[in-house]
C-alpha cells in the first residue's frame, strides 16, 4: 500500500475561537457540517455519512486551539495517520484561520481537498462567516 499524503488546508474564519473549537471538538458542532451524525463515547467519535460509519479516537486536543483525532482503522494497521483542526490567530489583525491537516491517497489530493473546501463552506455558513 501507498503511503498516504499529508495536505495542509487554511480557510479564514470570521468567528471567535472559542465558538470555532465548539464546531469543531463537540459532536452536536461536528454534525452541523461535518457528518450527517457524530456520537461520542469516551474519547471514540462516531461519524455517519449517509448510512456509513467510520469511528476515530481523538487523540489530542486544547481549548479554543486544536483538536486531532486518527481513524480506528488507521490506528488498527499501526499507522500514524490523522485529521486535526487548529485555530490559528493573527497576533497582529486577530484574523482566525482554521487550519485543517489530513492525510490522503496521493491520487486523491484534489478530490479531498475539494471535499473540505465543501464542508468548511458548510461551516462558514453556520457561522455567518
Do not use: C, H
Amino acid at each position: 500500500m501507498e503511503d498516504k499524503e499529508q495536505i495542509t488546508l487554511e480557510y479564514i474564519v470570521k468567528s471567535s475561537p472559542a465558538i470555532l473549537y465548539n464546531r469543531l471538538s463537540t459532536p452536536s458542532g461536528l454534525s452541523e457540517w461535518f457528518a450527517d451524525n457524530v456520537n461520542n463515547k469516551k474519547g471514540i467519535y462516531s461519524f455517519f455519512w449517509d448510512g456509513s460509519e467510520e469511528q476515530a479516537k481523538m487523540i489530542g486536543k486544547k481549548q479554543d486551539e486544536y483538536i486531532k483525532f486518527r481513524w480506528l482503522a488507521d490506528e488498527e494497521e499501526g499507522n500514524d495517520y490523522f485529521f486535526e483542526f487548529r485555530i490559528v490567530v493573527d497576533p497582529l489583525t486577530k484574523e482566525v484561520a482554521l487550519n485543517i491537516t489530513d492525510f490522503v491517497e496521493p491520487d486523491e489530493v484534489e478530490e479531498a481537498t475539494a471535499l473540505w473546501d465543501t464542508q468548511v463552506e458548510d461551516l462558514l455558513t453556520l457561522l455567518g462567516s
